[in-house]
């Protein structure tokens, strides 16, 4: 088995209802095939750098999954016809880090 | 004439970034500053570290400057590019 991080980013007009449709979608598919999901992080609605089909926030979302190469051939297949989805990236990697979370001290900070 | 003082500025901008790197104090300092014990972890969603690694434009700053030893380079790279395609850059 291997280890995967994989990031979305959904629309910007999407409500919360649907981003957990979201996430409970995909995590369907991954548990469907093979897969399991190590740890989930969502990052809130943050600004892009860049327009993103004239979007100019995101959503993101952040699976830690450990499977192997079908159950992210599979996700790939289903997220490249999904249009609520702006961008997806998958990173393989030979160690989960499950302890830092790099954007949850930028939600901390506006809220001093 | 003023387009050439427009384009000194600029150039004097993106000099002032690089020379963080080069103060008088660290001029001479050759260490990589990523490797050896206690260094950061070089990753696509640390965006902090990141930033410090690209000038004003977006561009990645050359390991000449910023002393980063070859293997961290070509891991820097990555990630940044990784970061930029998740607009995170």
């Known amino acids: ?112 | 004439m003023k387009k050439k003082n427009i384009k000194k500025k600029n150039s004097q901008n993106n000099f002032s970034k690089l020379s963080v790197f080069q103060n008088q104090k660290y001029k001479f300092k050759k260490k990589c500053p990523l490797s050896g014990k206690g260094a950061p972890v070089v990753d696509y969603k640390n965006i902090k570290l990141l930033k410090r690694y690209i000038s004003e434009n977006g561009k990645i700053l050359p390991s000449r400057i910023t002393s980063v030893s070859q293997k961290k380079q070509r891991d820097l790279s990555l990630s940044i590019k990784r970061a930029r395609n998740l607009a995170l850059i």
């Open chain 1, 1 to 112: 088995m291997n280890y995967y991080e994989h990031t979305l980013i959904a629309r910007q007009d999407i409500s919360p209802a649907q981003i957990k449709q979201l996430q409970e979608k995909y995590s369907k598919i991954i548990e469907n095939n093979e897969g399991s999901i190590v740890k989930f992080e969502s990052w809130g609605l943050m600004h892009l750098s860049y327009l993103i089909k004239k979007n100019k926030k995101g959503n993101y979302l952040h699976f830690k999954i450990e499977g192997n190469g079908k159950t992210i051939k599979e996700l790939e297949n289903t997220e490249k016809l999904d249009k609520n989805l702006l961008r997806f990236l998958t990173v393989k990697v030979k160690k989960l880090d499950l302890e830092t979370d790099y954007f949850k001290k930028n939600e901390e900070m506006p809220k001093k």
